[in-house]
């Protein structure tokens, strides 16, 4: 099945709402082995929303699914477009007049006259209830020459439009679709993204079914394998060597897949290994423990953070030697390896600290904007530290330097 996604409403072109709708269905119709080609965004202008459907099964959609456009006011013409272009009339649908009487009654609110819209209906379709909301959504189709054409009319606001989708438009999907698209992301951390497709240039090529994709993300590359077949099971079975060819050309920069976060990963090495984490962070102002505090489980290792920002902070708070920071300057090797070691408590836990110049000014010939050194303490093990020179503006520098702190916290940990 291929179906395309038309969004109604001009407050999306203007910006005024951003269409988080479009990019939940566009997931959840790759779940079921729905195809998506195209996605349109249209006013609330019936001619160009005719024409919207046109085009769409012009370029051979099975379905066309409208989100938004279904409430009681005028310029809501979703309906009332799609019965015309469907050749429909529109009649009074009398339980769902009847629900949305019941709905503003429990909300203790009148019903207005312009809501009785609402319950008029295509004639011979199929009314996918809202609970949640006024307004119903619609199914219909109608046998064409070339196959059958189907269209679902959705409401706009997520809270109606998300349950509508789970609890009535999937089972209806399913029904209708012979296959499904099963993916697997593989995260990869420390590599870029022209880098890693380099390595996997073969596979790339090579592929068909399964297919890979790489996504560029801040300082990640995601790569996701997809397989379409009659079952999950199935699917899952095919991209599994996929899955492995990529774990041995890419090893450890793999740091987790699908829900995985670098945080979270970070978080069972150190339950793993026995180890608290403390942070001293200068340039990424606290970034990286609010990264692992992202984690619900992290309570379990992170024991604190502390932002030395200054000079006399890190004196002072970390125990760092006033002559270190005279003779190698603040953004130095051994100042994050004193960092690193103050904040792990006489050694007693895993210290990672960060100090740099994150910009825009600042910089020098020596020590340049983008100059970041990551110092790491580990009990057992000792202290050591990694140069990073990054680009971008200064909340990139900041991103990229907490990604690769922990990163450099992950790899030590293996």
């Not at 439009?161 to 999937?170: A, R």
């Not at 012979?178 to 992301?185: F, I």
């Not at 057992?380 to 520098?397: E, H, Q, V």
């Amino acid at each position: 099945m291929i179906a395309e996604i038309i969004s109604v409403g001009t407050e999306l072109l203007l910006g005024d709402t951003v269409n988080t709708n479009a990019a939940f269905l566009g997931r959840e119709l790759a779940k079921i082995g729905v195809s998506v080609y195209h996605q349109t965004t249209v006013g609330d202008n019936p001619a160009r929303l005719t024409a919207a459907f046109e085009e769409s099964y012009a370029r051979g959609a099975d379905l066309v699914i409208a989100i938004g456009g279904l409430g009681p006011t005028e310029d809501d013409i979703t309906k009332e477009v799609a019965a015309e272009y469907f050749n429909r009339t529109l009649e009074l649908h009398e339980p769902t007049w009847t629900a949305i009487k019941e709905l503003f009654a429990r909300n203790s609110s009148p019903v207005a006259k312009n809501n009785k819209k609402q319950a008029m209906l295509p004639v011979g379709c199929h009314v996918l209830k809202n609970p949640n909301g006024s307004a119903p959504g619609v199914y219909m189709e109608e046998k064409r020459q070339d196959g059958i054409k189907a269209m679902i009319l959705m409401p706009g606001p997520p809270n109606e439009f998300i349950p509508m989708y789970m609890e009535q438009v999937l089972p209806l999907l399913r029904k209708k679709s012979d296959s499904v698209l099963v993916s697997k992301v593989l995260k990869v951390v420390g590599v870029g993204e022209s880098l890693v497709e380099e390595r996997i240039k073969s596979l790339i090529h090579a592929q068909n079914n399964p297919t890979i994709a790489p996504y560029a993300k801040t300082a990640e590359v995601h790569l996701r394998v997809t397989a379409s077949a009659a079952s999950q099971k199935e699917a899952s079975e095919m991209i599994a060597p996929v899955a492995i060819k990529l774990y041995n050309i890419l090893g450890n920069a793999i740091f987790g897949e699908d829900d995985d976060t670098l945080e979270s990963v970070v978080t069972k090495l150190l339950i793993q290994k026995g180890y608290s984490l403390a942070c001293a962070e200068s340039c990424t102002g606290g970034m990286v423990t609010a990264k692992m505090i992202n984690h619900p489980g992290v309570s379990e290792v992170l024991c604190e953070g502390l932002v030395t920002y200054s000079n006399e902070s890190k004196i002072r708070r970390l125990g760092v030697d006033a002559a270190l920071i005279e003779t190698h300057g603040a953004v130095s090797a051994e100042v994050a390896a004193a960092m690193a070691e103050g904040v792990a408590r006489s050694r007693r836990y895993v210290g990672l600290s960060t100090t740099g110049i994150a910009g825009p000014g600042g910089g020098t010939d020596d020590k340049p904007v983008g100059l970041v050194y990551v110092g790491l303490h580990i009990p057992g093990k000792g202290t050591s530290t990694k140069k990073l020179t990054l680009t971008g503006d200064r909340m990139k520098i900041r991103q990229r330097a907490t990604i690769a702190a922990l990163d450099y916290l992950r790899t030590e940990l293996l």
